[in-house]
C-alpha cells in the first residue's frame, strides 16, 4: 500500500478536526498543563482516527464495490486484508501513545477513567466499522465515537469530566448525528433536511444561553457555515456540503473554546476550519 492510497483511506485531510476536539477535552477540563501529555494525545488521537477511517473501507468492502467503486479496495488498489491489518495496528499504536500520556515515572500509570474511556472509544470505533451499515442507531454511534474524543482528551488531565466538557461532547455528539444523518441521503439521493436540526442545536443552546462578548462572530459564522452547506445539499452537491460540515467541527470547537474563555485556542480552532478545506482539496474528506 504507497502512501496516497494510506492518506486517501485514512482521511487525514479531517484531522485537524481531531486535534481541536483535544485541545478543547484538554481545556475544558480545567485542569490543563502544557507538558509533553498533549503531544502523545493528539498524536493518540490522530491514530485512532486513522485506525477507524480503515477499519471502516475495510469492514465495507463488499458494499463498496457496489456503490463506490473508485474507492482504493474497490478498485483494487490495496486488499482489504491489508487494509484490515492497517486499522488494527494503527488502533494498537494509538492505545500505546494514549497510555504513554498517563505514564510518569513516579508513579506509573495513572487515570484510570482515561483508560476505560480510551479503550470504551476503540470498541466504539470498532462496532460503529463493523454494524453501521443499515443500522438505524448508525449516526449516533458515529456521534458517540466523536464525543468520546472530548471526553477521552479531557480525561488525560483529570479523574472526572467537568460539567463544561460533557456539554462540549454533547455539542460534538450532535453535530456528527448531524453530519452522519445527512451523508447516508447521498446513497438515498434524497434531500430531506431534517438531520440540520441536529446542527443547529449547539447553536441555539449556547446562542440563547451564552451570548457574550466575543462570541458572537463565532456563533454568526457556524450559522453561516450550515447554511452554505444546506444550500449545496439541496442542490445535490452532497460531497460538498459534507465536507464542509466536517471542517466546520474546528468552527464549532473555537465556539466552545471561546464560552469557555480560551479566546486563544479559540482563534486557533477557528483557522483549522480553512487549513481543513485546504487539506480536503488535496485529500478527499469522505
Keep these: ?17 481531531i486535534w481541536t476536539n483535544c485541545l478543547v477535552g484538554a481545556l475544558l477540563s480545567n485542569n490543563f498543563i502544557f507538558d509533553y501529555r498533549i503531544f502523545f494525545l493528539l498524536l493518540s488521537m490522530s491514530l485512532l482516527y486513522v485506525s477507524g ?9 463488499l458494499v463498496d464495490i457496489k456503490e463506490y467503486p473508485h474507492r ?8 482489504h486484508t491489508t487494509v484490515f491489518a492497517w486499522g488494527i495496528l494503527l488502533m494498537l499504536f494509538g492505545l500505546l501513545c494514549f497510555f504513554l500520556s498517563l505514564f510518569t515515572e513516579e508513579t506509573g500509570l495513572r487515570g484510570l477513567n482515561g483508560v476505560i474511556s480510551t479503550l470504551a472509544l476503540c470498541m466504539l470505533i470498532v462496532f460503529y466499522d463493523w454494524k453501521h451499515k443499515e ?15 472530548y471526553l477521552t482528551a479531557g480525561l488525560v488531565y483529570v479523574s472526572a469530566p467537568s460539567n463544561e466538557l460533557i456539554l462540549a461532547a454533547l455539542m460534538g455528539f450532535l453535530w456528527i448525528v448531524g453530519i452522519t444523518f445527512l451523508a447516508k441521503q447521498e446513497t438515498q439521493r434524497r434531500t430531506q433536511l431534517w438531520p440540520v436540526l441536529f446542527l443547529i442545536a449547539p447553536s441555539l ?9 466575543g462570541t458572537g462572530l463565532m456563533l454568526f459564522l457556524l450559522l453561516i457555515v450550515i ?23 474546528s468552527l464549532l470547537d473555537g465556539l466552545l473554546l471561546a464560552f469557555g474563555g480560551f479566546e486563544w485556542a479559540a482563534l486557533l480552532a477557528l ?16
Design 205 to 213: 443552546v449556547y446562542g440563547i444561553t451564552k451570548i457574550l462578548v
Design 72 to 79: 482504493p479496495i474497490p478498485s483494487g488498489q490495496v486488499p
Design 1 to 17: 500500500m504507497n502512501v496516497k492510497v494510506a492518506l486517501h483511506l485514512g482521511r487525514v485531510s479531517n484531522l485537524p478536526t
Design 227 to 249: 447554511g452554505y452547506a444546506v444550500f449545496y445539499f439541496k442542490k445535490g452537491g452532497y460531497g460538498v456540503a459534507i465536507s464542509t460540515l466536517i471542517a466546520a467541527i
Design 135 to 149: 443500522n438505524p442507531f448508525g449516526p449516533f454511534l458515529m456521534g458517540a465515537c466523536r464525543g468520546g474524543v
Design 53 to 61: 477511517m480503515f477499519l471502516n473501507d475495510a469492514f465495507d468492502y
Design 271 to 286: 483557522c483549522m476550519t480553512p487549513f481543513t478545506l485546504v487539506l480536503q482539496r488535496l485529500i478527499p474528506a469522505t
